[in-house]
């Protein structure tokens, strides 16, 4: 076997392998997400249509320069689709695993077919090839007028999509804002409390937001209800609670593989000293607090601007939790 003829397959297989060893200990690498393009959008449809089209006579060199790109395109979320449908999803590791096997399989199956070709398909990269292949020398000054243009047109778009996958724009930002019951799940909430009885519930804030943040949390016991007749929230009651903090946190990555983390979480243990349906209100706020009108002498800050803070969150303009408590 002559493997200078297989060299395009050959280098799929050492680039798809060189490749895994980035991710794993190259992650950053700006090699490593250029690679990975061609891995992705070329590498898999190009050893599929050179192992089904062995023979020269089957498909000219651009027909299989298109196929390559198109049938990848529609390779690589078939793979995903069978991956979803598995213990393992679609995480990194194994779309990477996954890739590397299929390219690795068709390249060794593309030799395989090649070597038994009767006119195999050998693709020889030269300016004569490229000439011949774009039909330059019967071309009109317009025709390569035109396909020069197109070949600028390629490069640009291609340089363009390989600029923008290796300088991506960073992702959302957001603030993770939630509270669990006493055993640290999302169940057994204190709803449910006798005058006086202390009530515990664990607040929680991932910060995502690309930078570090100061949080203010605020803790308010409203007592409020729903007007039908003017569509309109009434604020009966509305004091505060003691605990309120602050805390400043660094930004952390979203990962979406493996298992989440919390980055910041407190108990909160409260009491309410008055029978009835409350609303226990948490309201978080980014690098400073609203200020606040004065105490009112009742300590109810229902008939006073505060309680737009209230009125705001509940329309989702602040970002707050609310725990609705049955007191007895």
């Given at each position: 076997?002559?493997?200078?003829?297989?060299?395009?397959?050959?280098?799929?297989?050492?680039?798809?392998?060189?490749?895994?060893?980035?991710?794993?200990?190259?992650?950053?690498?700006?090699?490593?997400?250029?690679?990975?393009?061609?891995?992705v959008l070329f590498f898999p449809g190009y050893v599929f249509i050179t192992a089904l089209f062995p023979e020269k006579k089957?498909?000219?060199?651009?027909?299989?320069?298109?196929?390559?790109?198109?049938l990848s395109i529609a390779i690589v979320p078939l793979i995903g689709l069978a991956l979803n449908y598995t213990p393992w999803g679609i995480r990194l590791t194994p779309i990477l695993v996954s890739l590397t096997v299929f390219n690795t399989a068709f390249a060794l199956a593309a030799i395989?077919?090649?070597?038994?070709?009767?006119?195999?398909?050998i693709p020889r990269i030269t300016i004569e090839k490229i000439k011949e292949e774009l039909e330059w020398d019967e071309s009109s000054k317009l025709d390569k007028a035109l396909t020069?243009?197109?070949?600028?047109?390629?490069?640009?778009?291609?340089?363009?999509?390989?600029?923008?996958?290796?300088?991506?724009?960073?992702?959302?930002?957001?603030?993770?804002?939630?509270?669990?019951?006493?055993?640290?799940?999302?169940?057994?909430?204190?709803?449910?409390?006798?005058?006086?009885?202390?009530?515990?519930v664990i607040i929680g804030i991932v910060n995502h937001e690309h930078r570090n943040v100061t949080y203010y949390v605020q803790i308010w016991l409203v007592n409020l209800t729903w007007d039908n007749t003017t569509n309109t929230t009434l604020i009966h009651e509305m004091y505060p609670?003691?605990?309120?903090?602050?805390?400043?946190?660094p930004n952390v990555p979203v990962n979406i593989e493996g298992n989440w983390t919390p980055q910041f979480e407190t108990n909160y243990t409260f009491s309410i000293d008055k029978p009835g349906q409350w609303q226990v209100w948490f309201l978080l706020f980014k690098d400073?607090?609203?200020?606040?009108?004065?105490?009112?002498?009742?300590?109810?800050?229902?008939?006073?601007?505060?309680?737009?803070?209230?009125?705001?969150?509940?329309?989702?303009?602040?970002?707050?939790?609310k725990l609705n408590v049955r007191v007895s």
């Open positions: 076997m002559e493997w200078r003829k297989h060299w395009d397959t050959l280098t799929i297989i050492i680039l798809s392998l060189f490749l895994d060893f980035l991710i794993v200990f190259f992650p950053d690498s700006i090699v490593r997400k250029a690679l990975g393009l061609a891995f089957e498909l000219d060199n651009l027909e299989r320069l298109a196929l390559s790109f198109g395989y077919r090649r070597e038994t070709a009767i006119e195999p398909w020069v243009i197109l070949i600028i047109a390629i490069i640009t778009s291609i340089g363009t999509l390989a600029y923008v996958v290796t300088h991506p724009k960073p992702g959302e930002a957001f603030t993770e804002f939630y509270i669990l019951g006493p055993e640290g799940i999302a169940d057994n909430y204190p709803t449910d409390l006798f005058v006086g009885e202390n009530g515990t609670m003691p605990g309120w903090f602050n805390v400043t946190l400073k607090p609203p200020e606040l009108p004065p105490a009112p002498p009742d300590g109810n800050y229902a008939e006073t601007d505060a309680k737009n803070l209230i009125l705001e969150a509940i329309n989702g303009t602040v970002q707050s939790l």
